[in-house]
């Protein structure tokens, strides 16, 4: 039986940053802190969407608290590799924070300015407590004095695509996170 290729696009990597194993292994890592901290608390999850969505299906099932999940789509990116203007909520939760213990999900800290943002947002709708949960934090990159409490891997200032995060809306269905090729998005 031959040996499946994976999605075409992988070829558009210049190298692999994370592979999927060890993005399977942080994810389950990351699930066990999150429900040691979250024992005996009921939880909301909100996922900052598109590029949470894979992380944080893959996070929920590891999570064993009762829990909610509500999704919002911010938005400070415009066909780019750079974040061109402040954050905007595009699409607001339907569900009610206030009172909740929130854990918002998201799959890069980048400048931060996106996460801190949204934390403020929600803080501001009455959440008990409001921790975030990343899988990349990119810290060259911060504009603002912002951390997340939890995070999967620390990455360098390279443009990273794969497991939920794009370029204009491609790559996200990567097993991996890796670095895209400059021709890929050189002069976009």
Known sequence: MPTPKGPPELKHLDHVLVSATAIKRRVAGLGTQINHDYTNKDLMVVAIVNGALIFA??????????LRLDCLRASSY??????????????????????QHVLLVDDILDTGKTLAAVAGLIKSKGALSVKTCVLLDKKARRAVPFEADY???????????????????????LPCIGVLKPKFYAGK
């Not at 415009?78 to 009172?99: C, F, N, S, W, Y």
């Open 57 to 66: 299906a893959d996070l929920l099932r590891q999570l064993s608290s009762p």
């Open 78 to 99: 415009h066909d780019g590799t750079k974040a061109v203007h402040e954050p905007r909520i595009v699409d607001q939760m339907k569900l009610d924070v206030r009172g």
């Open 151 to 173: 995070a999967g891997f620390e990455i360098p200032d390279e443009f990273v695509v794969g497991y939920g995060l794009d370029f204009n809306e491609r790559y996200r269905n």
